[in-house]
């Protein structure tokens, strides 16, 4: 597709739930990004793919969270009995082997 | 390690005034800079990024962004806002190639544009 596709748009589900979260990047980028957005705040990087391998998973909160590429494709972030503060904005990039990253629409994740 | 300081939370001009918005970085060798907006429920467009050379870079939609290293700033400019760049705007920093790359973002200015 000519941008990063997000899904899905918005997520609304229990605490303590499983959640899944969908980023297809750009064709052709093999660095794929996962930042969260909370409220009010500015992005917060999570994990970094080039290829499938994660060089730096440094910013996953906890071991609730982890994440998955396939090949220079799709990535899932899945989220394990969520809880409330993990409420936000989850946003997908890519790029080439260079900056910029381009950013798709987001998740955006509401725990009840 | 690398960080980003907006220090202006929320800004309001008149349509047709002139726009500034502050961005200090602190980072231990030549950064990568950018400035990203983002309108609500959408993800974040790129306005321009600064990687080396002339200081003074142009980017999309009139806006410009000056990269001062003895300031260690990258203040965001535009001559005549327009009520359409309501947005929120962030400034982030790159780690140096080779490091992935990902980016330090602030934690935004929202620009509100009185007609």
């Known amino acids: 597709g000519a941008g990063v596709s997000q899904s899905p748009s918005n997520k609304v589900t229990e605490k303590g739930k499983d959640v899944e979260l969908r980023c297809d990047p750009i064709?052709?980028?093999?660095?794929l990004y996962w930042y969260r957005q909370r409220l009010g705040q500015g992005l917060e990087f999570l994990i970094y793919?080039?290829?499938?391998?994660?060089?730096?998973k440094s910013g996953l909160p906890s071991d609730r969270f982890s994440a998955e590429r396939t090949g220079e494709s799709v990535s899932t972030l899945t989220i394990q009995r969520t809880q409330q503060e993990d409420s936000a904005v989850y946003l997908c990039?890519?790029?080439?082997?260079?900056?910029?990253?381009?950013f798709g629409d987001g998740t955006r994740l509401s725990i009840l | 390690a690398q960080s980003v300081t907006q220090p202006d939370i929320h800004i309001t001009v008149s349509e047709g005034a002139s726009l500034e918005l502050r961005c200090n970085y602190s980072?231990?060798?030549?950064?990568?800079l950018f400035w990203y907006v983002q309108s609500p429920g959408q993800g974040l467009q790129l306005l321009l990024k600064?990687?080396?050379?002339d200081t003074l870079v142009q980017g999309i939609k009139g806006f410009e962004a000056e990269f001062k290293r003895s300031q260690s700033s990258f203040n965001l400019r535009k001559p005549s806002v327009h009520w359409s760049d309501a947005a929120e705007y962030f400034c982030?920093?790159?780690?140096?190639w080779g490091g992935g790359n990902k980016l330090t973002f602030g934690t935004g200015t929202q620009l509100k544009v009185e007609l």
């Open positions: 600064y990687f080396s050379g």
């Open positions: 064709s052709g980028h093999t660095a």
């Open positions: 990039a890519s790029s080439t082997d260079r900056p910029p990253q381009h």
């Open positions: 982030a920093v790159g780690a140096e």
């Open positions: 980072y231990g060798a030549t950064p990568y």
């Open positions: 793919f080039q290829g499938n391998s994660a060089p730096d």
